[in-house]
């Protein structure tokens, strides 16, 4: 098969609001060594597209410039010494970047199968949240049976992601959202306790239950104190993003005392090793957790690509419940 040389993408004209995303034509990728390309059925929008919409965000030099951490398609090239993937094979795949268009690459490690029974628009919300949520509430926080988890963010792609998968392990699971209709969205999903943030004090909740175990949150600021709170003795604290800031003043003699744990990390910026490895781990764990109807995707809306600053304005209203994706080609 010849691909075309150009295609539709969606770029960032200049850092900026959602009507900086701007249709162009550019050069198809061409695939390295280990890559293969990737016909785009549907793109997964991620949070962190826009921060780097908003020039907060900058991808790591290597990768595309374009914005999109996540996609599902049709493998149409395969660069030199790939050997899992031929042309022909639908799957999903984490990208370093560049998911807003035709066609995207990445390295043959960080695409996955379909799994069964997914549609391509369900897989395309796949990769992003399940490296994300696996790697730091199981590798990084070390999750287990029984503990008390609480997620910020509930209804978030990483949330509903989240509940679902520490629930099919067997922890006890509570979530945080912005109103009563989000709060039984994450009850629905697993949740034992969902708590409206803006009606309820998360932290007296988890003391009254013992405290938890294991926090994985994204807002930061004033929360990273009440996290400390919120925390059984022992407890672990995942950061994996900062929405309402990273710098505060602290008292963190409680860490020592209390043998408390806080820790972080971000997925675009590891190696193309490390994140093979999450790709292994997810296969082997998440999937057969999907495959047997004990994660489902929480899907939000859907957009055409040209449509990709509505899907922006709609993320940013924080209206949304679960993954918006913009269609491609299917
Ligand atoms: N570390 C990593 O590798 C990594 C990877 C992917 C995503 N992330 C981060 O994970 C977070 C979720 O990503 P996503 O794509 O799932 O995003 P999303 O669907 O847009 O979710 C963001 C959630 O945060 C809550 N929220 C937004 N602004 C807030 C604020 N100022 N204070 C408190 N809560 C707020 C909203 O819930 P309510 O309406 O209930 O407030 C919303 O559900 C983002 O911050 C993203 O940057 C990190």
Redesign the pocket.
């Known amino acids: 098969m010849t691909l075309s040389d150009s295609m539709l993408a969606m770029e960032i004209s200049a850092p900026g609001g959602p009507d900086v995303l701007m249709p162009v034509a550019v050069p198809v990728p061409v695939p390295g060594h280990g890559q293969i390309i990737i016909r785009v059925a549907y793109a997964g ?7 780097q919409r908003a020039g907060a ?1 900058a991808p790591p030099p290597s990768a595309s410039p374009l914005p999109g ?1 996540e996609c599902s398609g049709t493998v149409v090239e395969v660069g030199p010494g790939v050997s899992r993937w031929k042309i022909g094979d639908r799957v999903c795949a984490l990208l370093p970047g560049g998911g807003y268009a035709e066609y995207a690459v990445t390295h043959e490690a960080h695409a996955l199968p379909i799994p069964r029974g997914l549609s391509l628009k369900e897989a395309a919300c796949l990769p ?2 399940c ?2 949520v696996w ?2 509430m199981v590798t990084r926080g070390g999750l287990r049976a029984g503990e008390r988890f609480l997620v ?10 989240a509940i679902q998968i520490a629930n099919a392990l067997g922890a006890r699971v509570f979530a ?4 009563d209709e ?1 709060c039984e969205v994450c009850r629905s999903l697993g949740a034992e306790v969902a708590i409206n ?1 803006r009606t309820e004090d998360f932290v007296s909740v988890m003391t009254a239950e013992g405290g938890a175990n294991l926090i994985l949150d ?2 930061g ?1 004033p ?1 990273i104190e009440r996290n400390i709170k919120a925390l059984a003795d022992g407890g672990r604290l995942v ?6 800031g990273a710098k505060v003043t602290l008292n963190l003699a409680e860490v020592m005392t209390r043998r408390l744990v806080l820790t ?5 910026p590891q190696s193309d090793l490390a994140k093979a490895r999450i790709a292994r781990a997810v296969e082997a764990e998440v999937w057969p957790m999907i495959e047997r109807g004990a994660v489902r995707v929480v899907m ?1 809306s859907e957009y055409e690509l040209p449509q990709a600053a509505a899907a922006h304005w709609r ?2 209203s ?7 994706v913009l269609r491609v080609e299917e």
């Open positions: 929008v991620n949070r962190p597209d826009a921060l965000y951490l992003e949240t490296f994300t790697s730091n910020h963010g509930g209804t978030s792609g990483i949330g509903t992601t945080t959202a912005g109103s989000k943030y994204m807002v600021g929360y950061q994996i993003a900062f929405l309402q972080g990390s971000t997925l675009r939000d993320l940013e924080g209206a949304h419940v679960g993954k918006i």
